[in-house]
């Protein structure tokens, strides 16, 4: 089998439920993700084949649509451990922050979670609603902000993520 990896989706005129219900339904290999706030966007574990499959000969294919990387004009896909991180940030957070236009912040330090459920996230160090949170891109599509982490919890990295 080839090499799946997360595409970002841009969702028109329906939610992202129905449109990850229909690729499920039709492909059961294909892994999908949204998050409610967002109902615009869906991602995808996947090839590109399936989708194009999905976008040009299916009903609900209509609504759906890659997000385009301006700079090589391929479809955005998404790191493995962005799309890690963002879930987690959205699974475990109460009130996690999730954006869909680029903040407007000064970014800190990149940091890792050392310990308790977010232990592995990446993402920098921001000052928002008056509280210091770690703020995880995915892509330059979407953003999540955590809530306070204590700076016990975290250890600064050196090295810049892979991009």
């Known amino acids: 089998m080839l090499d799946k990896s997360?595409?970002?989706?841009?969702?028109?005129?329906?939610h992202a439920e129905r449109i990850s219900c229909q690729l499920n339904a039709l492909y059961p290999y294909v892994?999908?993700?949204?998050?409610?706030?967002?109902?615009?966007?869906?991602?995808?574990?996947t090839t590109r084949d399936v989708l194009d499959d999905f976008i040009h000969c299916r009903a609900d294919g209509k609504y759906v649509g890659f997000i385009w990387d301006k700079a090589t004009k391929n479809p955005v896909v998404v790191r493995e451990k962005a799309m890690d991180d963002?879930?987690?940030?959205c699974g475990v957070m109460q009130y996690p922050i999730v954006m869909t236009d680029r903040p407007q912040v000064t970014l800190g330090s990149h940091v890792r979670v050392?310990?308790?459920?977010?232990?592995?996230?990446?993402?920098r160090v921001v000052r928002m609603k008056k509280s210091r949170r770690i703020l995880v891109d995915?892509?330059?599509v979407l953003w999540a902000a955590t809530e306070f982490i204590g700076p016990d919890l975290l250890e600064v990295i050196e090295d810049e993520p892979a991009s």
Not at 6 to 14: D, E, G, H, N, Q
């Open 6 to 14: 997360w595409f970002a989706l841009r969702i028109k005129y329906v």
């Open 31 to 45: 892994q999908t993700c949204f998050i409610p706030p967002v109902s615009g966007l869906l991602f995808a574990l």
């Open 86 to 89: 963002f879930i987690r940030v």
């Open 114 to 123: 050392i310990d308790g459920p977010l232990k592995g996230v990446e993402g």
């Open 138 to 140: 995915v892509e330059g």
